[in-house]
């Protein structure tokens, strides 16, 4: 089970830490990213961290905005989201998965986390 939470309303310009909670499993064994969806949009990576905290992936329109970790002793992931713009509005959530032969399949969602920046 994936519990997101740490979304909210801010102002352009602003920062907001998203943190995911992972219980019933180990969260090493798994990568773990974030997804969003905003109203009328299909659903759109974000990033990732491999299951060490070692590497990530961050998609372009978000690069150099927002900052992945994790604690795997706590089970854990933050998102570190600076520099919001009111396109950065959506529903956050957290993913966990593996990478196989096809890619990564993102096998486990948390419930989301809105996030709403105004102008």
């Known amino acids: 089970q994936l519990q997101a939470s740490g979304g909210g309303l801010v102002q352009a310009g602003g920062s907001l830490r998203l943190s995911c909670a992972a219980s019933g499993r180990t969260s090493s064994t798994y990568a773990m990213g974030w997804f969003r969806q905003a109203p009328g949009k299909e659903r759109e990576f974000i990033g990732r961290i491999s299951r060490s905290g070692s590497g990530t992936h961050c998609a372009d329109s978000v690069k150099g905005r927002i900052t992945l970790s994790r604690d795997n002793a706590k089970n854990t992931v933050t998102l570190q989201m600076n520099s919001l713009k009111p396109e950065d509005t959506a529903v956050y959530y957290c993913?966990?998965?593996?990478?196989?032969?096809?890619?990564?399949?993102?096998?486990?969602w948390g419930q989301g986390t809105q996030v709403t920046v105004s102008s």
């Open positions: 993913v966990a998965g593996k990478l196989d032969i096809t890619g990564y399949r993102w096998d486990y």
